[in-house]
C-alpha cells in the first residue's frame, strides 16, 4: 500500500510538473508574439511619423485635397460593390482592374531601358545571338546572382522577339501578386476586408511605373508571394516543397528569398517554443523543414547546372556580398548608393576585400557625429520619402500638356497628382498597420496565426534596411505584406460602422 501511494505522488508531481511546464512554454510563446507585434506597432507608428513630418514640409500640400476626395470616392464605390456583390466575383474584379491599369501604362509609356538593366537586355540579347562575350563583363562577374534573370529575358527575347512581351508578362505578375494579397488577405481576415485591400493595391501608384521598366522585381515577387501563400495555406507535404521551389525561383530572379526563410524559421520556432511534446513540436516545425529543404536543394542544383553548363562559369553568386553594407553603413551619404568606396569591388582577393570593407565600415560609424540619428535619418529616407520616378518617367517632358485641348495641365502637375495619391494611401496603410498590431494584442484568438509570420517579415524588411543599401524603389518587396495585414484593421473599422448602424 505504502509503495502504491509513493508511485500515485510520483506520478501525480510528474504530471504537474508537466502541466506547469506547458504554462511556462506558452507564456515563452505567446511573449514573443506580443514582442513581434510590439516591434511591428512601433515601426508601423515610426514611418507614419516620417510620413507626416514629410506632408508637413509642403511638398504635396497643392495636390492633398484632390487626392482626399479621388480616395473618399473610391471608399465609396469599393463598399458599394462589395454590398452588391456576390465573393465568386471579386478576385475577378480584383484581376481585372489591376490587369487593366498595368497594361495600359506599360503599353502606353514606353521607358528606355538604362543603367544595369540595359546591361542584362544586351546580354539576353547576345544570349539569344549565340555571343558569350557578356560573361566576360566585370558586372555579370561580380554580380553574379543577376544571371538567371538575364536567362529568363533571353528566352522571352528568344520566343517573342520582342521587348513588348517582357512589359507584359511583367503585367501578369503584377496582377498575380495582387491576386495573391487579395487570396492572403481573406485568411488573415475576412473577405470583404480582403476585396477592399487588394483592390486598393490595384489602384497604388508605386509600382505601377515599373510595368514598363525592365526589373527583376515583379516575377521575383510574384514567385515568393506564392511560395508564401502555400506555405501558410498547405496541408500536405508537397504543399511545403512547393513553398520551397517557388520560394527559391523568386530568389533566383532576385536575392530576396532569404529574408522570407528567415522569417518562417523564427515564426516556426516561436509557435513551437509552446509544446511540450516532440509530436507538437515536429508538427509545427515540419512545414518549415521542408521548405528549407526543397529551398537549399534547388538553389544547390541550379547552381551546379549553372556551373557545368558553362551557362555561368564563376556561378550565380553574390561575389561581393558586403558591398551593400558598405553602402548602407556610409553614415555621409545615409546608406544611399555613391561611389565613393568604389574601389573596394576591384580588389581581388576575397579576405583582402572584406577586410577593406570591414575598415571602411568601422571608421564610417567611428566618425560618426551620432549612430542613433544616422539610422533615423536612413529610416526617414527610405521609408518617409516621397515614391521616385526616375526609373521610368525621367524621359518624358513634364512641362508638356497632357491635353491637347489644354495647356494648364501639364506632365509635371499630373505626375504630382499621381505621387500624392501615393503617399495617401501609402500613409493609410502604415496607420492600419499599428491598428492591426493592437488587434491581435487584445485578441487572443488571433495569435499564432498567419499574421504573425507576415509581421516577422515587415520587422526583418525593417531591420535589414538599416544595415544595407536604401533606394526608396526597395519598399516595393514589402508593401503587398503591409496591405494584406491592413486587412485587420479595415475589418474592424467596418464592423464597427455596420454595427453602430444596426443599433441606430
Not at 529543404?293 to 541550379?302: D, H, K, T
Not at 556580398?321 to 556610409?330: A, M, N, Q, R, S
Not at 495619391?421 to 491581435?440: D, H, M, V
Request: aromatic share 14%; charged share 15%.
Amino acid at each position: 500500500m505504502k509503495n502504491g501511494s509513493k508511485e500515485y505522488l510520483f506520478l501525480l508531481n510528474a504530471k504537474v510538473n508537466k502541466k506547469n511546464t506547458q504554462k511556462k512554454n506558452i507564456s515563452i510563446s505567446l511573449l514573443l508574439q506580443k514582442t513581434v507585434f510590439i516591434v511591428s506597432f512601433i515601426i508601423g507608428t515610426i514611418i507614419v511619423y516620417h510620413n507626416i513630418e514629410f506632408l508637413f514640409s509642403g511638398k504635396l500640400v497643392s495636390a492633398l485635397p484632390v487626392c482626399v476626395i479621388i480616395l473618399l470616392i473610391i471608399a465609396a464605390m469599393v463598399l458599394f460593390l462589395r454590398i452588391n456583390m456576390p465573393d465568386k466575383f471579386q478576385p475577378l474584379i480584383i484581376v481585372i482592374v489591376s490587369f487593366l491599369i498595368r497594361t495600359t501604362f506599360a503599353l502606353e509609356v514606353v521607358t528606355p531601358v538604362t543603367g544595369d538593366f540595359l546591361l542584362q537586355y544586351r546580354a539576353a540579347q547576345d544570349i539569344v545571338a549565340n555571343n558569350p562575350i557578356w560573361l566576360s563583363q566585370s558586372f555579370f562577374s561580380t554580380w553574379g546572382y543577376q544571371i538567371p534573370f538575364v536567362y529568363y529575358e533571353a528566352l522571352v527575347v528568344k520566343l517573342f522577339e520582342s521587348e513588348i512581351a517582357l512589359k507584359l508578362l511583367n503585367v501578369l505578375f503584377m496582377t498575380g501578386t495582387n491576386l495573391i494579397v487579395y487570396l492572403l488577405a481573406k485568411e488573415v481576415s475576412t473577405s470583404r476586408a480582403a476585396f477592399i485591400t487588394s483592390f486598393l493595391y490595384a489602384i497604388y501608384p508605386s509600382p505601377v511605373p515599373l510595368a514598363s521598366f525592365l526589373t527583376n522585381q515583379h516575377i521575383s515577387l510574384f514567385f515568393i508571394l506564392l511560395g508564401i501563400y502555400f506555405l501558410l495555406m498547405g496541408n500536405h507535404s508537397k504543399h511545403y516543397v512547393l513553398s520551397g521551389v517557388f520560394i527559391c525561383i523568386g530568389n533566383l530572379m532576385r536575392p530576396e528569398g532569404i529574408l522570407v526563410i528567415l522569417s518562417a524559421v523564427i515564426y516556426a520556432a516561436i509557435l513551437a517554443v509552446k509544446e511540450d511534446c516532440l509530436k507538437g513540436i515536429i508538427s509545427i516545425l515540419k512545414p518549415v523543414l521542408l521548405l528549407v529543404l526543397s529551398y537549399v536543394l534547388l538553389s544547390q542544383m541550379s547552381s551546379f547546372l549553372f556551373k557545368v553548363t558553362k551557362a555561368s562559369p564563376n556561378g550565380i553568386k553574390n561575389n561581393c556580398p558586403e558591398w551593400k553594407f558598405v553602402l548602407g553603413l556610409d553614415t555621409e551619404s545615409k546608406g544611399l548608393y555613391n561611389e565613393k568606396n568604389s574601389y573596394v569591388l576591384n580588389i581581388p582577393d576575397d579576405n583582402e576585400r572584406r577586410k577593406e570593407s570591414w575598415e571602411i565600415i568601422v571608421h564610417s560609424l567611428q566618425t560618426c557625429k551620432s549612430i542613433p540619428q544616422f539610422f533615423w535619418e536612413k529610416s526617414r529616407i527610405m521609408w518617409g520619402n516621397a515614391e521616385t520616378t526616375s526609373w521610368s518617367l525621367l524621359h518624358i517632358e513634364r512641362e508638356r500638356p497632357v491635353f491637347e485641348f489644354s495647356t494648364d495641365y501639364t506632365y509635371d502637375k499630373a505626375i504630382q497628382l499621381i505621387i500624392s495619391f501615393e503617399k495617401i494611401l501609402y500613409i493609410i496603410q502604415f496607420i492600419l498597420l499599428p491598428f492591426s498590431c493592437l488587434i491581435l494584442l487584445k485578441n487572443k484568438q488571433l495569435r499564432g496565426t498567419k499574421a504573425l509570420f507576415l509581421l516577422v517579415l515587415i520587422c526583418g524588411n525593417f531591420l535589414l534596411y538599416l544595415f544595407i543599401e536604401i533606394q526608396v524603389r526597395y519598399r516595393y518587396f514589402i508593401m503587398p505584406f503591409v496591405f494584406i495585414m491592413g486587412a485587420l484593421a479595415i475589418e474592424r473599422v467596418i464592423y464597427g460602422i455596420l454595427h453602430k448602424n444596426s443599433l441606430e
